[in-house]
């Protein structure tokens, strides 16, 4: 029997990538949030429902271990893996990638500090302004660095803008805009065309 594996990202986009798989009529066979299980069955035979941090999404799919995953674009920018198509735009948790720093300060001079877990994106963005830069690697609260003279500048997603203004940062430059998006391993849209295409209609259908 041929199995899908589709991996998804917990937290934010978990939330509002599950209405939408139950609209198009996926459901997984537990209630996601209430367990602690990272692996679930679903209503539609041979489909499996995998529960991963954002980060790990791309990988799983890269290496065939998920034939497919849905993650934020923050995330397929950031990953350097490849060897997988993004298939769809889902439209949900919509957010921007953006520069900020912190409200009463100029542009400083010569090299700009930027800290940020976004480092690929970063190195590339200010790169293409012409800017030069550092980069300092976070894995959380990059909200924190400018105030504390980590950095002249962060690079994070932004939705509302309440956690920069709650740290006394102005967002500045926008990146990229930002949404979940579906990928599929290149090997597995061949191998397992059928099955992944079904899936992929239903999602099309409710979009
Ligand atoms: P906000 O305060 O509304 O600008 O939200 C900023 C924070 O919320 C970010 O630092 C993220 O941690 C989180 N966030 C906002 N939008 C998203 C999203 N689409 N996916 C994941 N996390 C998000």
Known sequence: MTQITLALTKGRVLNEVL???????????QEIKESRKLI???????????????VDVPTYVQFGAADMGIAGKDILLEDSG????ESLDLALA???????????TNNVEGRTI?????????????????RQAEFVK??????????????????DIVDTGNTLRANGLVSKELIANVSARLIVNKIAMKTKFELIQAIIDRLKMVL
């Open 114 to 130: 930027v800290a940020t877990k976004y480092i690929n994106v970063a190195r590339k963005y200010y790169a293409q302004i012409g």
């Open 94 to 104: 919509r957010c921007r990638l953006m520069t900020a720093s912190l409200k009463d």
């Open 82 to 85: 490849g060897g997988y198509y």
């Open 40 to 54: 679930f069955n679903t209503n539609v035979k041979n489909l499996r429902l995998l529960i991963l941090r954002g």
């Open 19 to 29: 209405p939408l798989l139950q609209t198009s009529g996926i459901r997984p066979e």
């Open 138 to 155: 976070l894995f959380g609260a990059m909200e924190l660095a400018p105030a504390l003279g980590l950095a002249d500048e962060i690079v």
